[in-house]
């Protein structure tokens, strides 16, 4: 009677034979031969009912006999030589009409078991199962191109050249504070702005502020650098930090005075001008425009509140003639001045809106002053006032027109509005200069300004060649016939 299979399997374990591997065994290499045989003799145990039974192959021949060892090699020559052939094709029950060819493995069962591929190398059974599991389930990674000379170990030179060319890089490796200098110190000196600023940033996100200003102090180039950065990105109280720690008053000033652009109220920029910018430490005549500013601005919001209400409710006959275009705040001191000579010329000079106290309360010089309210005048077509504007006396009172910006711009700026003939003729025979007051009177047709003046050079060839270019019968062409018949008058030709 045979004994339990448990049973044998029990007695089996507790032999001797069989001891189990540890590591604080002597010999550790004998140990090893003697598990791998332990290992190895599983087949035996595994395969014990198996081992008297003959087996065979798909074709029908012993498996192990010498036709089949022959054809066994053939068939894994040729599929390793030649191209995979089509799929065979199938028969009604789904079964392939032709023999099935046998892959050939690289490990099998028993291999598993033995730990040995057949190329003969060792190889442990969990080796064995995670390197067939992940050559079937996950291919071999690669890194994109782009990524391949990537590494973390460039030098600092090498860092920089890759920077300069667009390359993939990496600053986080520089961590003390003698490599982060020296790599700054590179850039400069590659004078390359991009890099410059670029290594700007990773020091501006690596080091406090205080040492950052100390060691951007001895070096002026990537100070200006990162100056220009932080106003182009507007990092205003960083700017503001750095100017007071180098001590650049005046800089820091014109600075805070920027700020103002951002404010779009009038009420809160006149606020932030008195409050935050007069009083800095400006150069003098920086802190007199900013007192300007505040000034003209103070005096724009009272004027807008004023002329609006009188916009609105149709009280002035100015506003009804020539309606207001745009508000007037925030406007230039010259856009102010023309505005108020446009709308309140005749005020007097105790209102803020007056021309006159314009011109007083900010120096507005005596050219600027009357080439602007010559400009406002003529638009409203007042003649009348510009007459009044370029007329003065002297001191017997004798009165006489006087420009101080040339009498040869006024004509300019009355035609440009397109004053009359007669107003034309007044202004260009008072032009000094005889060339340019011949050629104004004969591009606006002022005739008897061009008779007179050839008259008083007694150039009878020139008024006897303008004689061709006026109407005939017209009074000009008589009043030349009258010069040219006068023997009283000595003739240069």
Request: hydrophobic share 35%; proline share 3%.
């Amino acid at each position: 009677m045979s004994r339990p299979k448990n049973e044998e399997e029990e007695d089996y374990w507790n032999s001797s034979k069989c001891r189990a591997f540890t590591f604080e065994d002597d010999d550790q290499l004998s140990q090893l031969k003697e598990s791998k045989r332990a290992v190895n003799s599983l087949r035996d145990f595994v395969d014990d009912d198996d081992d008297e039974q003959e087996k065979y192959s798909w074709t029908g021949e012993p498996v192990g006999s010498i036709t089949w060892s022959i054809k066994e090699t053939a068939s894994s020559n040729r599929s390793a030589t030649e191209p995979r052939a089509a799929e065979p094709a199938k028969g009604q029950n789904g079964n392939s009409l032709y023999p099935f060819t046998r892959q050939a493995s690289t490990y099998s069962i028993s291999s598993l078991f033995k730990g040995r591929n057949k190329s003969g190398s060792f190889q442990s059974l969990s080796d064995s199962l995670l390197d067939t599991f992940s050559r079937s389930i996950a291919p071999e990674l690669r890194k994109p191109k782009a990524d391949q000379d990537y590494s973390g170990d460039w030098s600092m030179e090498d860092t920089i050249r890759r920077m300069q060319k667009g390359k993939v890089y990496s600053l986080e490796r520089f961590r003390s504070l003698t490599e982060k200098l020296e790599l700054l110190d590179e850039a400069v000196r590659l004078h390359d702005g991009n890099v410059i600023t670029a290594v700007l940033i990773f020091l501006k996100k690596t080091l406090s502020r205080e040492i950052l200003f100390r060691e951007l102090e001895v070096r002026q180039v990537a100070l200006r650098h990162f100056i220009h950065f932080l106003k182009e990105m507007g990092e205003q109280q960083l700017l503001l930090d750095l100017l007071r720690f180098l001590e650049r008053a005046e800089e820091l000033a014109l600075t805070k005075y920027r700020e103002h652009l951002d404010i779009h109220n009038a009420e809160e920029r006149r606020e932030f001008l008195k409050t935050k910018c007069i009083g800095l430490p400006f150069l003098a005549e920086d802190a007199a425009h900013v007192q300007d500013h505040y000034t003209l601005l103070e005096r724009q919001i009272i004027i807008e509140a004023n002329d609006k209400h009188l916009e609105s409710s149709g009280q002035d006959e100015i506003f009804r003639k020539h309606p207001r275009k745009t508000s007037i705040l925030f406007m230039p001191l010259v856009t102010t001045l023309f505005y108020s000579c446009l709308y309140h010329y005749n005020e007097g000079e105790g209102t803020f809106s007056s021309p006159a106290n314009l011109r007083k309360t900010f120096k507005i010089p005596e050219k600027l002053y009357v080439l602007t309210a010559l400009a406002a005048r003529a638009k409203l077509k007042d003649w009348h006032a510009i007459d009044a504007l370029l007329t003065t006396k002297n001191w017997l009172g004798y009165t006489k027109k006087r420009a101080p910006i040339g009498f040869h711009r006024v004509v300019e700026i009355l035609q440009r509005n397109s004053a009359p003939v007669q107003v034309l003729h007044d202004y260009v025979q008072l032009v000094e200069d005889v060339d340019m007051r011949l050629t104004l009177a004969t591009k606006y047709k002022c005739h008897n300004v061009v008779i007179d003046t050839y008259k008083d050079l007694k150039d009878r060839h020139q008024l006897m060649a303008y004689r061709c270019k006026v109407d005939r019968s017209s009074p000009e062409e008589e009043k030349i016939d009258i010069l040219l018949k006068n023997t009283q008058i000595r003739w240069k030709n």
